[in-house]
């Protein structure tokens, strides 16, 4: 590996269900090509998603499981990149611990994320502990790896913030251990869901990676277009078109162009449109499937790669806890 040992990278996500298309054009696709400049660590955070769903686990085992096959298809490599799972690297329930001890409960109260959640979240109970030192639990995850960069979606940076601002008040205390990391945001994709609200499981909007074609067909025949275009014969705006940013992001620049004029002048349907995402998106599709289909058959082969990365993640995650718990004379 050509890695430079400086450059190290962490990112995770929610064992929450199957990745959709927004989540492989917001995080996915900037997480692979990391993996060959950086030692990059990529986890399953499923103590996070206790964070939420913590009364119903029973198909977190599955999830897990799902969530690494979709990294995998998605060009992960686990010779390239540490692939593990959070709760199976017991430091970072420590760091957390430890991180607690220092963070105020007001810099967590007046945490974003927290408060909109909080609101929108209705069907569930987030006044529990956990919920609120969400961000903890993320600053140990990120902190433990001492990295330069976290590869995340903008909705993440407040919690980012956070963990640059725990990371100083523990150099502050007890010396300099962590560097403070930088976001690397992924270029803002648009994906909006299949009727036009943001791509969303529990919408029930998504394409997932895991769709095959005949699935995603009658997905596509429903999607939304743009909603003044009723006849073929009225022409279209592809700037409030649902479908069109997909062209954006599977389309080369040329068909693109000539599917802004055929829309603009009336002369290219809404059908034929479709038709050409469904054509990129099948190619789109098809290596991911490919490679999918080893690890679908033989889901042991999963449980291997999450151990090997598991060793990895440990030894890295030692390392730092020895010099924490030195720092702060434990
Ligand atoms: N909060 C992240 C999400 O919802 C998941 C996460 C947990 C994470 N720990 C992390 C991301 C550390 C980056 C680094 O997607």
Known sequence: MLHDPNLRT??????????HIGHYFGALKNWVPMQETHSAYFFVADW?????????TSRLKGFVRGLVIDWLASGLDPEKCAIFQQSKVLEHAELSLLLGMITPVSWLERNP???EQQQEITNKDLGNFGFLGYPVLMAADILMY????????????????????IARRFNGFYGPVFPEPEARLTPAAKCP????????????????????????????????????????SDPGNPDVCNLYPYHELLTDPETRAEIREGCTTAKLGCVDCKKIFMKNLEAFLAPLHERRAKYVERPELVDDILAEGNKAAKAEASRTMQDVREAMHM
Do not use: C
């Open 193 to 232: 869901g299949l009727d036009g609200r943001k791509m969303s499981k529990s919408y029930g909007n998504g394409i997932f990676l895991q769709d095959t074609m005949e699935e995603i067909a009658p997905k596509v025949r429903g999607m939304f277009t743009d909603p003044a275009r009723l006849r073929k």
């Open 10 to 19: 962490v990112s995770g996500m929610r064992p929450t269900g199957p990745l």
């Open 48 to 56: 996070h998603a206790l964070t939420s769903d913590y009364a119903d």
């Open 113 to 115: 994320t927290y408060k």
């Open 146 to 165: 001492r990295p330069k960069w976290v590869p995340v979606g903008q909705d993440q940076l407040p919690h980012l913030e956070l963990t640059r601002e």
